[in-house]
């Protein structure tokens, strides 16, 4: 099989694979453009930064490691497949977080982005099928029962927030195995069928690893609606634990002053400034290195004879 | 496992470095591969703001 040695070269190919798929794949020509469009935002593959977390080259070199599949051009298909469900799910998540500053109500508007995400979730698994190795009932199988699970996980995620009772670390832990490990699961399931539990520690290990950085990133963004909606996410639950034990909840209290109409900026960067101070933020991330140092170790321990493949994933995980 | 390192953290936090009382909680309570991380982890950031790293 040919191992692709270079993360510009996997790129490239994934670039060219999905413009001439979409170009010949009877979308409507505006929903083209818009959809190449998002596939220049940050961490998209169309994305000119240098080195940078791509979901699709990540499926693909985890294809190259464990993938029955040899042709080439099967795998980068499967790689597109991901990259456009990964987008088909970004602009999901955007409408249901209100996120209404970033690029796609920016450029798209909520009916247009609900349509395609509809068109790229359908898109998507088309491609998952046509390119897949493992026999089409098991990979249909495989793409519905993680995406009905990431689904779920979304749904109770909706109502996953600071109210009368504070989620503990082990239920965030359990919302994002659902979450955002299933999407994990679901890239390994399109590879192999059989159920393999190296694979299925390696698949917690990246989700929960990705999960915490987006959740440390989103707090302390303007840009997201995270803390203005109270989302129990582990940094904001991990600060309310240390404010209850040292300070008679004094977190809790500025939280309750939080109000989605309201211009809070002034109290959104206090309450920013106590949870860094608690060490919450820093228990998060030395988390999240803790689940990618784990993961290199398992690929390296499991897969010794694969170091080119394994080289490219790690170097996907840095 | 969680817990302990939850603990380790927040003395440094409160402490605002990582010396020796703080590092003899953690080569007390943590795993190795949770101390390197650890370790790793404060050096980088206490020595981008001139904090003690011990």
Known sequence: MAIIRTEESARNYLRQFLHNYLSSSG???????????????????????????????????????????????????????VELLVLASDIIDDLADGDYKGDIHKILGQSKALILANALLTESVSLLLTYSSVPPGKQLSNVIN???????????????????????????????????????RLIFGLYQSDQDPILEELATYIGFSGQLQNDVKDILSDESNDLIYKKATLPLIK????????????????????????????????IRSYIRSTGAIDYCLVLAKLY?????????????????????????LD | MNQKLWDVIKLISERKEFGEKEMALAYETLDPDVLSVLQDHFKKRLSMRSEKWL
């Not at chain 1, 990618?292 to 390296?300: E, G």
């Open chain 1, 239 to 270: 600060a309310i634990d240390y404010s209850v034990e040292k300070d008679q909840g004094w977190l809790l209290r500025k939280l309750k002053k939080l109000d989605p109409n309201l211009a809070n900026q002034k109290l959104l960067d206090e």
């Open chain 1, 27 to 81: 979308l409507n020509p505006e929903m083209q453009y818009f959809t190449i469009k998002l596939l220049h935002g940050k961490g998209k593959i169309y994305n000119e930064a240098e080195s940078h977390f791509n979901w699709g080259e990540f499926s693909f070199y985890i294809g190259q490691l464990i993938g029955y599949e040899k042709n080439l051009a099967h795998q980068i298909g499967i790689a597109a497949g």
């Open chain 1, 146 to 184: 993680n995406l009905r699970d990431a689904c779920n996980g979304q749904w109770s995620d909706l109502a996953f927030i600071i109210g009368e009772t504070i989620p503990t670390e082990e239920d965030y832990f359990k919302l994002i195995d659902q979450k955002s490990v299933s999407f994990v």
């Open chain 1, 292 to 316: 990618i140092q784990r993961a290199k170790q398992l690929l390296t321990q499991y897969f010794p004879t694969e170091r080119e493949y394994v080289e490219n994933i790690i170097n996907q």
